[in-house]
């Protein structure tokens, strides 16, 4: 599956519902709506735990960074 690397910043992600901040994390994609959303699924950090979440973003917020 393709990679893909986060650029959308806190308040972009804020806005669309994301309350964590993934800005500069890389994750596999899931999936692709028509609309230009992505499902990526990104393993991340918060406070003391390590979580494994999918997000949808919409593709203008993410960077193609390989296979």
Excluded: R
Aim: net charge neutral.
């Amino acid at each position: 599956m393709e990679k893909y690397k986060v650029k959308a910043n806190k308040q972009q992600l804020e806005n669309l519902g994301i309350s964590y901040d993934i800005t500069g994390l890389t994750g596999e994609l899931k999936h692709k709506y028509p609309t230009g959303f992505y499902v990526i699924e990104i393993t991340h950090t918060y406070e003391a735990g390590t979580f494994t979440n999918l997000f949808d973003i919409p593709k203008t917020f993410l960077e193609c960074v390989g296979k």
